[in-house]
């Protein structure tokens, strides 16, 4: 009897195996690997399955997350430029993949990586605490021209897109600060809670809880346009500061992908920008929604890894 | 009351109470194996619990923190390998208990201690949350120097007999935290190019070098039977009576305390807290002679102190949403895969899950006492088996530990070479301890000196105006002074005997 039972649930199984093998068609393979060197319950992590869940039924494939940590995303990239070019395998690309192949000398770059989407911005805020005298940028800028280094602005770590910014403002608004790292986005947060620094720049998903809780203010962001979560909080572009901070996410894949494979993804991704749960997810995580096909993909990261150079050698962060 | 409830009817849920056993029992084991931290044992079953329920999967993920924080000094007593970061002061006298075949009793104290630490520390996290994380914002730059400092000064008491050669060890240490990236800077140091030292020495690799390799390497050197260890007496658990637990109340409170400062300050940890309440269990013990040489309240201080950390440490991820360690960054990781956004707003909220989860803690810390009396007796059996074996795999564990942390072979290098400095400086007679804790300290010494620096143009006064930082520095100055006080009475007592 039981016996029977058994049969019946393996006929079941065997037959939901090939109804999906229908559906995948048109993508050549049934698993596909994506990886991050994100540990589990990371940004890139979470991001990462959320968008299994969803792209799953979309394109007809069953993805498998695989954490890849250690050297900043030297060994996710290795892994990657090992790996067949055949659409079986991709990376969740962050800024930290550029800016690791820039600043050690990893086995394999991101140069040997090709990108093929990009799919959001996560938006470079500027932050006060809820009392602050600041309002926006604006205000900033003039206190720090009226007492030149005595502003103090927290950013995350020494090679962070934080800094790069705070770096760029100083130049473009002729002003001077005091930039002062630290080992991550939460030590940022309690420096500026406790008023040690004046200033602190981060990303919304870090700092939603403050925010919400009525500790933390936004008083700009780095971003083409004013937030949909965040209406009244002004860009700095809004305020004449000429900056624009896209720190991307997207994916890669190893070089020489087939194009029918690319055309999958590409019409996978904006399919799934498009699913109402999934944008209900991105909209509250205050993500940006950022599509660009592989040829803007790659301009993005050529262009983002040519900026980041610059800096690295200006501070004279790059190794060797 | 409402908060009692909520913790109650969590308590009386069969999936809450599996969760709590299972990741004890988990964290246990993972915590007990070289290599496999707490964040490793909690990473390896995070994707587990994606498709649970919230609180279930909170529970569990706590629950291995709590049983790896105490799982880590099973090996520390029995091989002198510490198993977590934190377990590494509790080396010092568990493994000397060992030898004397005094190990049942050590890990009798250890497993006791524990649990009451866990269990206070879970009170203070449910009652206190609030002043407790107001803690945690005055801990400003020049606060955590002051911090680092006291840690440091702690190298007078850990390394008798031999202050310079403890400085000197100290140092070393200081010297290796150095290697990597420049904190504030950007820029690279030490690293000769090697984009695996671009992170720096991991403390972890270099404990289990010194202590482990150490160990194993002096025993082949020794080539004469030294099993010091009398069979008959350790082969069973031996958990401290009632009355010995109140002789030893000094050395717990005081466990209970520092871990209940230190804990919910991001960033200090567990490693520092077992390390400052055994100096301080030391300075206020009456027989502080006999630390070093198998004292039990050298044991249960250290064990209360990190356990007492393991819900003191949820206070920044609970009330900013900020993690504070490895660890509770993964537990953060498990809310927001949740939905659920931890920071001021959790408390009202998410009530129901935020005191299932302190009350599934409770029952975890309860099951990590009865499980601890279940696998003790079978790990004192295993580490009596004859000393080929038991070398040989200690070796083996600590490797493939060491290697499934990145999957990097370049890591082992990196504890044969601590291991061979570690060898040597044992034949030198200098004391290890020292290395560790600059290895540990370095960093959070150096970055916050010069942050603060860098906040007042130069001006060393902010060490001595802010509050914080001249309370730590005026009892690091204390520890100094009485150390290098009895060191020197020491000193001419025997010159003149």
């Not at chain 1, 805020?125 to 927290?154: F, G, H, M, W």
């Not at chain 2, 002789?247 to 466990?255: H, P």
């Not at chain 2, 990590?368 to 000393?387: D, E, K, S, Y």
């Amino acid at each position: 009897m039981k016996y029977r039972h058994f049969l019946g649930a393996l006929v079941a199984v065997s037959a939901t195996v090939s109804l999906a093998a229908e559906a995948l068609a048109d993508y050549p393979h049934s698993t596909v690997k994506l990886v991050t060197h994100s540990s589990p319950g990371g940004g890139t992590d979470v991001f990462l399955r959320k968008l299994s869940q969803h792209l799953g039924p979309i394109m007809g494939v069953n993805f498998v997350v695989e954490n890849v940590r250690g050297g900043g995303g030297a060994k996710a990239m290795a892994v990657l430029a090992n790996s067949p070019a055949d659409g079986s395998i991709f990376y969740g690309t962050t800024p930290s993949y550029v800016n690791t192949s820039l600043l050690s000398s990893p086995e394999a770059s991101f140069t040997d990586l090709d990108p093929v989407v990009n799919m959001f911005y996560d938006p470079q805020v500027v932050y006060v605490r809820a009392n602050s005298p600041y309002q926006d940028l604006t205000d900033v800028v003039e206190d720090a021209k009226s007492r030149p280094q005595q502003v103090i602005v927290a950013v995350s770590t020494p090679s962070s897109l934080d800094r790069q910014v705070m770096e760029q403002f100083q130049t473009v608004t002729g002003t001077e600060v005091t930039i002062l790292t630290h080992d991550g986005g939460g030590d940022v947060i309690l420096n500026v809670l406790n008023g040690t620094a004046q200033v602190g720049i981060g990303e919304i998903a870090e700092l939603r809880g403050q925010i919400d809780a009525g500790e933390l203010r936004l008083i700009t962001t780095y971003t083409d346009e004013r937030l949909d979560l965040f209406p009244d909080v002004k860009t700095a572009k809004e305020q004449g500061i000429d900056l624009v901070v896209r720190k991307f996410r997207g994916l890669a894949g190893p070089k020489g992908l087939p194009e029918d494979v690319v055309t999958a993804w590409e019409e996978g991704i904006q399919k799934l920008l498009a699913d109402p749960e999934f944008k209900a997810w991105y909209e509250g995580e205050g993500v940006i929604p950022a599509y660009l096909d592989q040829e803007g993909a790659r301009a993005l990261t050529a262009e983002f890894a040519t900026e980041m150079k610059a800096f690295f050698t200006e501070y004279n962060i790059q190794a060797e | 009351m409402d908060g009692f409830i909520h913790a109650l009817s969590a308590v009386t849920s069969w999936q809450i109470l599996l969760a709590a056993g299972g990741g004890v029992l988990w964290g246990i084991l993972g915590g007990a194996l070289p290599g496999i931290s707490p964040s490793i044992a909690m990473a390896l079953l995070l994707p587990f619990t994606y498709d649970m329920s919230p609180l279930m999967a909170l529970v569990m993920l706590g629950s291995v923190y709590i049983g790896a924080e105490y799982g880590g000094s099973i090996p520390a007593i029995l091989i002198r390998t510490p198993g977590t970061n934190a377990a590494a002061a509790t080396v010092i006298d568990g493994y000397v208990m060992h030898q004397q075949g005094r190990g049942g009793e050590a890990l009798g104290l250890s497993l006791t201690g524990g649990t009451i630490g866990g269990l206070f520390g879970l009170i203070l996290l449910a009652t206190l949350t609030k002043p407790l994380s107001d803690l945690a914002l005055m801990f400003t730059p020049p606060a955590y120097f002051a911090l680092g400092l006291l840690g440091l000064s702690i190298i007078a008491s850990v390394s008798e007999g031999s202050m310079v050669k403890g400085l000197i060890a100290g140092v070393l240490g200081l010297m290796l935290a150095t290697v990597g990236t420049d904190p504030l800077s950007g820029v690279t140091r030490f690293t000769f190019g090697e984009p695996e030292l671009l992170e720096g020495v991991h403390f972890i690799l270099v404990m289990l070098g010194v202590f482990a390799v150490a160990e194993l390497m002096s025993k082949l050197a020794d080539n004469e039977p030294d099993d010091l260890v009398k069979p008959d007496t350790v082969s069973k658990l031996v958990l401290p009576s009632l009355s010995k637990l109140w002789s030893l109340r000094r050395a717990q409170a005081i466990g209970c305390a520092v871990g209940a400062l230190e804990g919910p300050v991001p960033g200090a940890g567990g490693t520092v807290a077992s390390f400052l309440s055994y100096n301080e269990a030391r300075r206020w013990s009456k027989t502080p002679e006999q630390f070093g040489k198998g004292s039990e309240e050298g044991v249960i201080a250290p064990e209360t102190a990190n356990n007492v950390v393991t819900a003191t440490a949820l206070v920044p991820t609970l009330s900013f949403g900020i993690p504070g360690s490895n660890s509770t960054a993964i537990l953060l990781g498990g809310f927001l895969i949740h939905g659920l956004q931890p920071g001021p707003l959790l408390f009202s909220t998410n009530p129901d899950i935020l005191y299932g989860l302190f009350g599934g803690l409770f029952v975890a810390n309860i099951m990590m006492f009865l499980i601890g009396i279940v696998i003790l007796g079978p790990a004192i059996w295993l580490v009596n088996r004859p000393r080929p074996y038991l070398n040989a795999s200690i070796l083996a564990l600590v490797f493939s530990g060491i290697y499934s942390i990145n999957n990097s072979i370049f890591d082992l290098w990196v504890v044969l070479a601590a291991g061979a400095i570690g060898y040597v400086l044992r034949v030198l007679k200098f004391p290890a301890l020292p290395l560790i804790l600059g290895l540990v300290l370095g960093y959070m010494i150096e970055s916050n000196y010069r942050r603060s620096l860098l906040l007042t143009q130069g001006d060393h006064a902010v060490f001595f105006q802010n509050g914080v930082s001249a309370f730590l520095m005026g009892c690091a100055i204390v520890v100094l002074v009485l150390g290098a006080y009895t060191e020197f009475r020491r000193f001419r007592r025997e010159a003149t005997a």
